[in-house]
């Protein structure tokens, strides 16, 4: 059974940053695509950053510069570093594996989300 459980979330003032992380078991994710998606309120879920298990990495336009996605390097699972943290990244976070469809805001398997809050 797949399990991705994020972590990290919380509240913080613009301009801030924090960092989430997402434990994973039930696959080899080291070879799979994981990725970072999040939802705001009122708002359809969006691709936020992926890394792929050849190293690649993508991000969506509005967080280039600001977060940075990578792999903890014994459990090959996601963390997210953002800095300079804006309101609009106000949304719960959520860790997704396997196949990732940015475009549609989907992908094979996900976590229960972690909430961020940004404050003006």
């Known amino acids: 059974q797949v399990q991705l459980v994020e972590s990290g979330g919380g509240l913080v003032q613009a301009g801030g940053s924090l960092r989430l992380s997402c434990a994973a078991s039930?696959?080899?994710?080291?070879?799979?695509?994981m990725a970072w998606f999040r939802q705001a309120p009122g708002k359809a879920r969006q691709f936020v950053a992926s890394?792929?298990?050849?190293?690649?990495?993508f991000y969506a336009d509005s967080v280039k510069g600001r977060f940075t996605i990578s792999r903890d390097n014994v459990q090959k699972t996601p963390t997210l570093l953002m800095n300079n943290m804006k309101p609009e990244d106000t949304a719960v976070y959520y860790c997704?594996?396997?196949?990732?469809?940015?475009?549609?805001?989907?992908?094979?398997?996900w976590g229960k989300g972690t909430l961020v809050t940004v404050s003006s």
């Open positions: 890394i792929h298990g050849n190293g690649r990495i």
């Open positions: 997704a594996a396997g196949g990732v469809y940015p475009p549609r805001g989907d992908a094979d398997y």
């Open positions: 039930g696959l080899a994710f080291d070879s799979l695509i």
